[in-house]
């Protein structure tokens, strides 16, 4: 079993950047690709990007690609997310998930979620 915990949400400006971290229990996290998706009021969860186990593939929903970047250290138990030139668009919870079969864009396909942290971009 995995349990994720995010953090690093805030309030940040249009054009600014924030780095969310989600941290991971459990011994075989290195067996699980990650995947980060987002929900904004009203609004459907949708997918934002997602990781291989070893850190060497990522794939991006094509609203932040080029912009948002995923990173893993299972070393470390932790995944990131570095969003770069924020959009009032980009206002939602931001959750991390645990899939072992691969990073897929059906967020029901994941096994384990974190509780969200909350992003807000003021324009």
């Known amino acids: 079993q995995v349990q994720l915990v995010e953090s690093g949400g805030g309030l940040v400006q249009a054009g600014g950047s924030l780095r969310l971290s989600c941290a991971a229990s459990?011994?075989?996290?290195?067996?699980?690709?990650m995947g980060w998706f987002r929900q904004a009021p009203g609004k459907e969860r949708e997918f934002v990007g997602g990781i291989n186990w070893t850190g060497g593939s990522t794939y991006y929903a094509d609203s932040v690609k080029g912009r948002f970047t995923i990173s893993r250290d299972n070393a470390k138990n932790m995944v990131y997310l570095q969003m770069n030139s924020l959009k009032s668009e980009d206002t939602a919870v931001y959750y991390c998930?645990?899939?072992?079969?691969?990073?897929?864009?059906?967020?029901?396909?994941?096994?384990?979620w974190g509780q969200g942290t909350q992003v807000t971009v003021s324009s």
């Open positions: 459990g011994r075989t996290f290195s067996s699980y690709a």
């Open positions: 998930a645990a899939d072992r079969t691969g990073y897929g864009t059906n967020w029901a396909a994941y096994d384990y």
